[in-house]
């Protein structure tokens, strides 16, 4: 590492310090949290994720110098922090440290994805997938192999360590764990394509309860593995885009080492958007279910519209978010949920793609604030799922002003 790299990363790091210490982010995590516990009334949180960050590679604050790919990854995470703090902030939280992940390997699934892909942007990691299915028999059934998780405790300590000389006294580094993300059915059709899943539910429906099955023991299987080897985060930010404080978690009789019961279950199964209830439960639910209830507290969904499947949610005994996407009827949602679960709303992103209209974004924002407080449900907005802005750095800044604006008049 050269002295000029590590001058670079220590300067963001001032510069992040200075923000992480504004009062408002205290502010703006209790008020999370306090959403999370079901308190209404509130104002909601605003959030901005999944940030097409290759669009604004050409703004000068923006570009990365440091030669080392180590200290050129602590540089990216410094600059798109800062960034987002002074373009589009909303209610962002800027954490008094910079996060160390735990080092671990997972011998997977045991098959590979086979895809043709397709792209419109070379720069963009959003593609259009063509899968070809790997997983037509039951004898390519067996080669899915139970996960061996391997923890490397000497890598995290020289990772950190790395960090704490990089960074010295400006700021402090602390070793973070992993968060649950359990979506098999994001998973399945990578390897059979979606077409062929969806006719296999009319015609071989055994077959692919025996898939999900499988798929479901070796989620089980990994997420005890990650509770034994102590890889779970207890105190996590964001939950995949949400935030995830609460006064809940991690237990009261929690003593440092993270167990399944002090942490949130993410979960989701979009694309059976396209069968009926009854199917969702049998195919998803009645699986997903046993690992939801091993976890303290559960949040579903996220871009397929759950209007239809709320009921059947609802009644997981540990549920607390359920995803109300741009597809969804945010009315019926909210009616449903009321005050004993949180809306985690998800704008339209088309809204930011070319150009943003302000009184759009307005008529939808305040469509989902009269909705949760007619039915005094406790909710958020994440504007996530961005694919593009078309370059425009103006398109969030707008939404976000008019977005703010809008709350504004009810808070």
């Not at 300067?11 to 209790?30: F, H, P, T, W």
């Not at 959030?47 to 790919?69: G, K, Q, R």
């Not at 910079?98 to 397709?118: A, D, H, M, R």
């Not at 008529?363 to 909705?371: D, Q, S, V, W, Y």
Request: glycine share 4%; with cysteine; aromatic share 10%.
């Amino acid at each position: 590492m050269s002295h000029k790299d590590v001058d670079i990363v220590r300067e963001l790091a001032r510069k992040y310090r200075e923000i992480a210490a504004d009062e408002r982010n205290e502010e703006r995590r209790q008020r999370m949290s306090d959403t999370n516990d079901l308190k209404t009334g509130l104002r909601p949180a605003v959030l901005i994720d999944e940030v097409p960050w290759h669009e604004f590679a050409s703004y000068p604050e923006m570009a990365l110098v440091c030669e080392d790919p180590f200290l050129r990854g602590m540089e990216e995470y410094f600059r798109r922090k800062l960034f987002q703090w002074e373009h589009f902030q909303v209610d962002m939280v800027a954490e008094p440290f910079y996060p160390v992940g735990k080092s671990f390997s997972s011998t997977g699934l045991g098959i590979e994805i086979q895809e043709n892909i397709v792209k419109t942007d070379e720069k963009n990691n959003i593609v259009s997938h063509q899968y070809l299915d790997v997983l037509a028999t039951e004898e390519d059934l067996e080669k899915i192999k139970p996960p061996v998780v391997t923890l490397n405790e000497e890598q995290t300590g020289k990772n950190l360590q790395l960090v704490q000389e990089v960074l010295g006294e400006v700021l402090p580094a602390k070793v973070v764990g992993t968060t649950i993300y359990c979506a098999y059915w994001d998973q399945i059709p990578r390897f059979r394509g979606v077409e062929t899943v969806l006719y296999d539910m009319m015609d071989r429906p055994e077959f692919i309860h025996a898939i999900v099955r499988k798929f479901a023991d070796w989620h089980m299987r990994y997420l005890e593995q990650l509770e034994q080897w102590n890889l779970l985060e207890a105190h996590p930010s964001l939950l995949h885009c949400t935030p995830a404080y609460t006064s809940e978690l991690p237990g009261k009789d929690y003593e440092g080492k993270t167990r399944l019961k002090d942490v949130w279950f993410r979960g989701m199964a979009q694309m059976l958007n396209t069968v009926s209830p009854q199917m969702f439960v049998e195919f998803e639910l009645d699986y997903m279910r046993p690992l939801m209830e091993r976890c303290g507290l559960v949040y579903y969904g996220c871009c397929e519209p759950l209007d239809s499947r709320i009921p059947y949610l609802i009644q997981i005994p540990n549920m607390r978010k359920l995803g109300v996407s741009p597809w969804s009827d945010v009315e019926r949602c909210a009616e449903q949920l009321g005050s004993r679960f949180v809306a985690a709303r998800k704008p339209n992103p088309a809204l930011v793609a070319i150009s943003t209209d302000e009184d759009e974004v307005a008529r939808e924002t305040e469509k989902t604030i009269l909705a949760c407080r007619k039915n005094n449900c406790p909710y958020e907005l994440v504007l996530k799922d961005i694919s593009t802005v078309s370059g425009k750095l103006d398109n969030l800044v707008r939404w976000s002003k008019a977005v703010q604006k809008t709350l504004d008049k009810y808070y």
